[in-house]
């Protein structure tokens, strides 16, 4: 009972975040796009390296940076977190230029386009649940 409750309560939590967001970048609106990204960019690293600082990780993200370089992973890693970047960008600048449903329907609509790509271009089946 103990998880779901967590599971339950860390959801409720999300949707209100991130329901709260718009309004928090609203706030933000005399602020460039850019920069209110480049310190999200900033404060996220700041915040993992004190995550890995107590739980003393290192020896774990290093052999499994090492592993991604040497398969060659790293660039897709890489291209992925500049696509993050691009999206969170624009979504940063819609909401501060009073775009904010025009930015959720993209964000309500992008996962319905990445699945008719992936079935598209990609040639992936969707189970019957799926669909």
Do not use: C
């Amino acid at each position: 009972m103990g998880n779901t409750r967590l599971g339950v309560t860390s959801g409720l939590l999300a949707y209100v975040f991130w329901g709260v967001l718009g309004i928090f970048w609203e706030l933000l609106h005399a602020v460039p796009a850019l920069d209110t990204l480049a310190y999200r960019i900033v404060w996220s690293l700041v915040t993992i390296f004190v995550v890995l600082l107590f739980q003393n990780s290192w020896r774990t993200v290093w052999q499994t940076i090492v592993t991604l370089t040497q398969n060659r992973k790293i660039l897709w890693i890489m291209l992925s977190g500049l696509l993050i970047t691009v999206n969170w960008y624009i979504y940063i600048y819609m909401v501060t230029h009073n775009q904010a449903t025009e930015a959720s329907l993209g964000y309500y609509m992008m996962p319905l386009m990445n699945v008719a790509i992936a079935v598209l271009f990609l040639h992936e089946r969707l189970s019957p649940a799926k669909m």
